[in-house]
């Protein structure tokens, strides 16, 4: 397994680096956990999602809002892990990480449907919203070819991380439960949701303590580089809700 030695003389100064990739491990899995723990109280499937979001809109715009941002982050969080694992297994490390990452680009895809079906149920009403949503699932688009990726991806991830001794076998196990989280558009959540997020927290967030660790203190221009970004993404939602707000 690696220590945080082996973690220094890796190639994790490059692209995302060892700040956003180190916290983008921490931070995506917990963010998923309380999406689904936010939301655990209603029933699986769509039409109670949306049934739960006509009576509850900020406790479930806040627990999808949260789910989208998770998949967000674990873009830069495995590209870390990625460049872990082509250090000894190549293949496995681009071909594990080309589909999970695709697979992120399909449920940002999904997540932008439950958004537009939230905003039905704002504008109408429950049951033409929960209609779209019916019809939807028949209609073809091209995220449909990629959802093997977001299941399959996974597995391939995690058998690279254990040949490649990133992960011992628990880890690497936990890792591939995510091959269980149920893909689609207004997912609740179910045991399945909870056993693969579990099994995230039990992989990722340490390796992100290792990547945090593995380095010197951030310099100062590194701290103010953050800051901006994040002035930035709050101005940038503070703007956004004045100008949705109705006249």
């Given at each position: 397994?690696?220590?945080?030695?082996?973690?220094?003389?890796?190639?994790?100064?490059?692209?995302?680096?060892?700040?956003?990739?180190?916290?983008?491990?921490?931070?995506?899995?917990?963010f998923?956990?309380?999406?689904?723990?936010?939301?655990?109280?209603?029933?699986?499937?769509?039409?109670?999602?949306?049934?739960?979001?006509?009576?509850?809109?900020?406790?479930?715009?806040?627990?999808?809002?949260?789910?989208?941002?998770?998949?967000?982050?674990?873009?830069?969080?495995?590209?870390?892990?990625?460049?872990?694992?082509s250090?000894?297994?190549?293949?496995?490390?681009?071909?594990?990480?080309?589909?999970?990452?695709v697979?992120?680009?399909?449920?940002?895809?999904?997540?932008?449907?439950?958004?537009?079906?939230?905003?039905?149920?704002?504008?109408?009403?429950?049951?033409?919203?929960?209609?779209?949503?019916?019809?939807?699932?028949?209609?073809?688009?091209?995220?449909?070819?990629?959802?093997?990726?977001?299941?399959?991806?996974?597995?391939?991830?995690?058998?690279?991380?254990?040949?490649?001794?990133?992960?011992?076998?628990?880890?690497s196990l936990?890792?591939?439960?995510?091959?269980?989280l149920?893909?689609?558009?207004?997912?609740?959540?179910?045991?399945?949701?909870?056993?693969?997020?579990?099994?995230?927290?039990?992989?990722?967030?340490?390796?992100?303590?290792?990547?945090?660790?593995?380095?010197?203190?951030?310099?100062?221009?590194?701290?103010?580089?953050?800051?901006?970004?994040?002035?930035?993404?709050?101005?940038?939602?503070?703007?956004?809700?004045?100008?949705?707000?109705?006249?």
């Amino acid at each position: 397994m690696f220590n945080e030695r082996s973690i220094s003389q890796s190639s994790i100064e490059s692209f995302p680096g060892r700040w956003l990739g180190g916290l983008s491990l921490i931070i995506a899995p917990v963010f998923l956990v309380i999406s689904a723990l936010l939301r655990i109280q209603f029933n699986f499937f769509f039409p109670d999602q949306l049934a739960a979001y006509d009576t509850h809109p900020t406790l479930m715009l806040t627990s999808y809002s949260l789910f989208l941002s998770g998949m967000i982050l674990l873009f830069p969080a495995i590209l870390i892990l990625v460049q872990l694992i082509s250090k000894k297994m190549p293949r496995l490390g681009l071909w594990g990480g080309l589909l999970v990452i695709v697979g992120l680009f399909a449920r940002a895809f999904h997540s932008g449907v439950d958004h537009f079906a939230f905003q039905i149920v704002e504008s109408e009403n429950v049951e033409i919203a929960a209609n779209f949503v019916g019809e939807f699932y028949g209609m073809f688009n091209v995220v449909n070819i990629l959802n093997f990726s977001i299941l399959f991806g996974w597995i391939v991830l995690a058998i690279g991380a254990y040949l490649s001794k990133v992960f011992g076998w628990f880890r690497s196990l936990a890792l591939g439960m995510m091959f269980v989280l149920a893909l689609g558009v207004l997912k609740g959540t179910n045991m399945t949701t909870i056993i693969s997020l579990t099994g995230l927290c039990i992989a990722l967030p340490p390796l992100g303590v290792q990547v945090l660790k593995s380095g010197s203190k951030p310099q100062l221009k590194t701290v103010l580089f953050y800051v901006i970004i994040i002035v930035l993404v709050l101005s940038s939602w503070l703007f956004m809700s004045e100008m949705e707000r109705p006249n």
